[in-house]
Each structure stands twice: as structure tokens, then as C-alpha cells.
């Protein structure tokens, strides 16, 4: 059997920001501060989580930094042998010391083009961000469509901002033609990932709350919607218990197309080989599985048609 270590890999759902290095977070701010990046068994819930963002965006707010920071985590996923990834983050949290929207792009694009990995970037909106604040990230993605970023997000505090909130900022993402996904089903329930989808949402970021529902679970399969499942950050935030009772395989038995993700790789201390090996070991995945996901995740991507041929090719063993 190949060593998962070897297994090409595609990663949909990872936000930058919460891959910071935390030896980098260090050297920049001169104090230890892993354990304030990293969540342990005190987290409570996914506003709990969300408070580990706090130190990677005060460093995040010059270009340097961030260039930096994307960077890294280019190269930390050539560790994982990951041959495609689209990274997610929001351009409005880094706008402290005097940047704007755009020079926030532009330094991401900069850090991950001295990568040798093809990735795209996602803009994600802010849930509880004003509208105007959130119409501006749409703005931005609409430049940068095609030039390194692929899709908008809707990210942050699922449970205290409902989903249903944000439908006219992405009736106004489909009238300029730019491709989102949602996270949804992960603090909130069934409802979120109804509403993502009526939006047009082609990709639901966690969505497993969806195992609450058989006929959403059919609605999601008759759509061909894609679930980027992050089952050990799931955990972490309280939606289940332990990765044993994690639903990722038994939606994955049942037809709906999911793909693996670490969500936040150093937030939750976690690399993409480790959580192959995590689910092995709970779930009883095996290499067929991870390829058929991978290549389902190509699939989703957002990419061309010629471009996703080209992966898939590289997926096969």
C-alpha cells in the first residue's frame, strides 16, 4: 500500500490565517505564542475556536507579513504532498496599519508565486461584517476573477449570523459571475445548508449537519454538491465527540461527494498526511477512498475544465 505520505493530495478548505506558523508569529512579535494559536481541550465551541485567530491577524497587517505567511504555507503543504490547494481568507481583517483591499491580495498572490504549487485563492465575507464591508470584498474578487482568485466565502460565527442574512450579497456575487462557497451546517443546522444552497452555492464549507436530514441529504447529491469536510477542527469545535462518531464516512457510504481538509492547519495542529492516518484509523478509510475524494475535489474545484483533466491525471495511480 502507498505511503499516505506519497498520496497527491488537494486541499479545498483551508483559511490562511489560521496556518500561521507559530514559530514565525514568534520571531515577528518577539513572545512565545503557540499556545495562544493552537486550541486544546478547553474549547468549548467554535466562537471558542475562533479566538485563536486573534494573534495571526495582528502580525498579518503589513505586506511583508503576509507575503510571508503565504509563503509558508505554500511550502508546509508541498510537505503534505499537496498538488492543488485553494486557500481562503478574509481581506478585511488585515487593513489595521493603513492597507486596503486589494494590497492585501496582491501580497498573498506575491508570497504563494515564489511556490512551486498550484494554488488559487478564495475571499471569504464576514459573518457579522457590514454589508458594505462585505460588498467591498465582492468588489475586490471581482477584479482579481482569473488572476489567482477563483471564489468568495462566507466565514465566522455561524450560529450568531444566520446564513439567511447574506442572501443579497450573493445574488450580487452571481450577477458578476463569481463562484462561491458557504460554510454552513457546522455551528448552525440544517437550515444553513438549506440557505446556502438556495443561494447557489455549489460547495458547502463543513455542512455536516446535513446527517440530520435524509432529504437534504438527497437534495445534496441531486445537486452534486460538494462537502469540504474538516472532521478533526469538527471536534475540536464540539460538533461531535470524538472522530469515531464523525458522519464523513457514513455520508461518504451514502453517495454524497465530501473531500478532506485540515480547515486551519496550525489552529488545530494538524497536517493533511495526519489526518488521512486520523481517519484510517476511526473510520476505516483507505487510499481508494482518499483518491476517489481527491478526485471529487478536482472535480469541484474552481477551476477550468482543462486545468481539473490535468489534476485528475495526477491523481491516478
Same mark, same amino acid.
Given at each position: 500500500?502507498?505511503?499516505?505520505?506519497?498520496?497527491?493530495?488537494?486541499?479545498?478548505?483551508?483559511?490562511l490565517d489560521g496556518s500561521v506558523r507559530p514559530s514565525t508569529a514568534k520571531e515577528i512579535?518577539?513572545?512565545?505564542?503557540?499556545?495562544?494559536?493552537?486550541?486544546n481541550r478547553n474549547c468549548n465551541d467554535l466562537n471558542d475556536y475562533l479566538k485563536k485567530?486573534?494573534?495571526?491577524?495582528?502580525?498579518?497587517?503589513?505586506?511583508?507579513n503576509i507575503a510571508r505567511v503565504a509563503y509558508e504555507l505554500g511550502n508546509d503543504l508541498?510537505?503534505?504532498?499537496?498538488?492543488?490547494?485553494?486557500?481562503?481568507?478574509?481581506?478585511?481583517?488585515?487593513?489595521?496599519?493603513?492597507?486596503?483591499?486589494?494590497?492585501?491580495?496582491? $501580497?498573498?498572490?506575491?508570497?504563494?508565486?515564489?511556490?512551486? =504549487?498550484?494554488?488559487?485563492?478564495?475571499? #471569504?465575507?464576514?459573518?457579522?461584517?457590514?454589508?458594505?464591508?462585505?460588498?467591498?470584498?465582492?468588489?475586490?474578487?471581482?477584479?482579481?476573477?482569473?488572476?489567482?482568485?477563483?471564489?468568495?466565502?462566507?466565514?465566522? $460565527?455561524?450560529?450568531?449570523?444566520?446564513?439567511?442574512?447574506?442572501?443579497? %450579497?450573493?445574488?450580487?456575487?452571481?450577477?458578476?459571475?463569481?463562484?462561491?462557497?458557504?460554510?454552513?451546517?457546522?455551528?448552525?443546522?440544517?437550515? !444553513?445548508?438549506?440557505?446556502?444552497?438556495?443561494?447557489?452555492?455549489?460547495?458547502?464549507?463543513?455542512?455536516?449537519?446535513?446527517?440530520?436530514?435524509?432529504?437534504?441529504?438527497?437534495?445534496?447529491?441531486?445537486?452534486?454538491?460538494? =462537502?469540504?469536510? #474538516?472532521?478533526? #477542527?469538527?471536534?475540536?469545535?464540539?460538533?461531535?465527540?470524538?472522530?469515531?462518531?464523525?458522519?464523513?464516512?457514513?455520508?461518504?457510504?451514502?453517495?454524497?461527494?465530501? #473531500?478532506?481538509?485540515?480547515?486551519?492547519?496550525?489552529? !488545530?495542529? %494538524?497536517?493533511?498526511?495526519?489526518?488521512?492516518?486520523? =481517519?484510517?484509523?476511526?473510520?476505516?478509510?483507505?487510499?481508494?477512498?482518499?483518491?476517489?475524494?481527491?478526485?471529487? $475535489?478536482?472535480?469541484?474545484?474552481? %477551476?477550468?475544465?482543462?486545468?481539473?483533466?490535468? %489534476?485528475?491525471?495526477?491523481?491516478?495511480?
Open positions: 500500500m502507498i505511503d499516505i505520505k506519497y498520496l497527491p493530495k488537494v486541499e479545498l478548505h483551508l483559511h512579535l518577539g513572545y512565545e505564542t503557540k499556545y495562544d494559536m493552537q486550541v485567530f486573534d494573534i495571526p491577524n495582528e502580525i498579518m497587517q503589513t505586506k511583508d508541498r510537505n503534505d504532498n499537496v498538488i492543488y490547494a485553494e486557500i481562503r481568507f478574509a481581506p478585511s481583517k488585515h487593513l489595521k496599519e493603513g492597507l486596503n483591499r486589494y494590497e492585501v491580495v496582491e $501580497a498573498v498572490l506575491n508570497g504563494l508565486s515564489n511556490v512551486d =504549487l498550484k494554488t488559487n485563492l478564495i475571499l #471569504c465575507m464576514m459573518r457579522g461584517d457590514s454589508f458594505e464591508d462585505n460588498l467591498e470584498v465582492i468588489n475586490v474578487a471581482k477584479h482579481f476573477l482569473g488572476k489567482g482568485v477563483v471564489a468568495l466565502d462566507l466565514a465566522g $460565527a455561524e450560529a450568531l449570523y444566520p446564513t439567511k442574512d447574506y442572501e443579497e %450579497l450573493f445574488t450580487i456575487a452571481k450577477k458578476y459571475n463569481i463562484p462561491f462557497t458557504i460554510h454552513a451546517g457546522e455551528a448552525d443546522g440544517v437550515q !444553513s445548508i438549506k440557505d446556502a444552497i438556495s443561494f447557489g452555492a455549489k460547495r458547502i464549507g463543513h455542512g455536516v449537519r446535513i446527517v440530520e436530514d435524509e432529504k437534504l441529504i438527497e437534495l445534496v447529491k441531486e445537486k452534486d454538491i460538494l =462537502l469540504e469536510v #474538516c472532521p478533526t #477542527c469538527n471536534i475540536q469545535t464540539g460538533i461531535f465527540p470524538n472522530l469515531k462518531s464523525h458522519p464523513v464516512k457514513e455520508l461518504y457510504n451514502k453517495g454524497v461527494k465530501v #473531500c478532506i481538509n485540515t480547515d486551519n492547519r496550525t489552529v !488545530s495542529d %494538524l497536517t493533511l498526511n495526519r489526518e488521512y492516518k486520523n =481517519l484510517i484509523t476511526n473510520l476505516d478509510f483507505n487510499i481508494d477512498n482518499f483518491i476517489k475524494m481527491n478526485k471529487d $475535489a478536482v472535480r469541484h474545484s474552481f %477551476l477550468s475544465e482543462d486545468e481539473k483533466q490535468k %489534476l485528475i491525471n495526477k491523481l491516478t495511480i
